[in-house]
Structures are given as C-alpha cells and as structure tokens.
C-alpha cells in the first residue's frame, strides 16, 4: 500500500475485532479504533471505563496512546471508528459513531505532527455503511502544538 492511501473497510473491519475487546461494564457501549499508519500497517483500541466513570478511555484515545509507546504518532493516515450498544452477542446496532471531542483533540496531535490531514471512517457496530470524514471538518479552527510555538 502507498503512503497515504487507506483502506476503510479493513479499518472498520479491525475496529470490529477490537471492539470485541471493549471493557465498558458501566455504559454498555463497546466502541473500537483501528489506526492505519503510512506503511499500512493497523494499530486497535478499545474503550476501556473505570468504575470512577470519569477516568474512562476512549478506543481512539488509547489506540493512539498504543502509537505514542511506539513512537509512531507522526506516521498517522486514517482511523476507523465503530460502536455500539452490547447485546447477547457482541455489539449491535447501525449508527455510525464518530469521535467525541476530547479524542478530536488528540487526534489533532497526530495530524499535526505528522503534516497531514487525517480521514476518519465511522460506521455502526453492524452494517455496510460507513461515513467519511478528515479531522478537519470534525475539528476545525483546532488549537495545537502551533499555538505553543511547536510542530
Ligand atoms: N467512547 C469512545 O470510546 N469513543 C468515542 O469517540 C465516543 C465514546 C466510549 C466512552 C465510553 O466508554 C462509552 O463510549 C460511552 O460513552
């Protein structure tokens, strides 16, 4: 695969598995992050709740925090995103789900660091339908390493 080029059904696909991974006894809601690097390669996340409801994690904040311990956050191209609520038998439901605000920012990191605008896929837990966005849409007129002189 080229540099830059994403495959968001592979995404999707891999933010699937790691949803299976979810811990989220307390919402109920299994969400998984797959991050494509520029050399193709796909790192996962799940969100990951505490029962202080505040300290929880998001799939997308800890897949990137995975990245970070590689020293791979400059080498971000796309992230898929999935979730939904657990049923019987894993993770139902159709709605595309996209970043919350706090992992909008920390994606902005990578896609600073990394000079480039990030694509980021979202779909329901289950279903073909899958909605494209660049963080610059979901986060524009971003504050970051910039503003502090960096990057
Ligand atoms: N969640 C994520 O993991 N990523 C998001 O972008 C949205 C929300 C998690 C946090 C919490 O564990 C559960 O979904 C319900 O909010």
């Known amino acids: 695969m080229m540099p830059n080029d994403s495959d968001p059904k592979a995404l ?21 992050a797959a991050v494509q690097l520029t050399d193709g390669s796909i ?15 998001c799939a997308e904040t800890v897949a990137l925090a995975t ?10 191209v796309a992230i898929g995103v999935v979730g939904g609520m657990i049923g019987d038998h894993g ?12 992992c909008r920012q920390i994606i902005n990191e990578a896609a600073q660091l990394g000079k480039r ?3 980021i ?6 279903g073909d339908a899958i909605v494209e966005y660049r963080l ?3 986060l524009p007129a971003a504050f970051g390493p910039a503003d502090l002189g960096l990057a």
């Open 117 to 119: 605008d990030i694509a």
């Open 43 to 57: 790192v996962t996340g799940a969100n990951f709740e505490n029962a202080s409801y505040g300290l929880s994690l």
């Open 136 to 138: 610059s849409d979901l």
């Open 67 to 76: 990245l970070n311990a590689q020293g791979r956050l400059r080498d971000v």
């Open 121 to 126: 896929f979202c779909a329901g837990a289950e």
């Open 12 to 32: 999707i696909e891999a933010a699937r598995v790691a949803a299976g991974n979810a811990y989220a006894p307390y919402s109920n809601f299994a969400v998984g």
């Open 91 to 102: 993770a139902t439901g159709t709605a595309p789900v996209s970043p919350c605000g706090r």
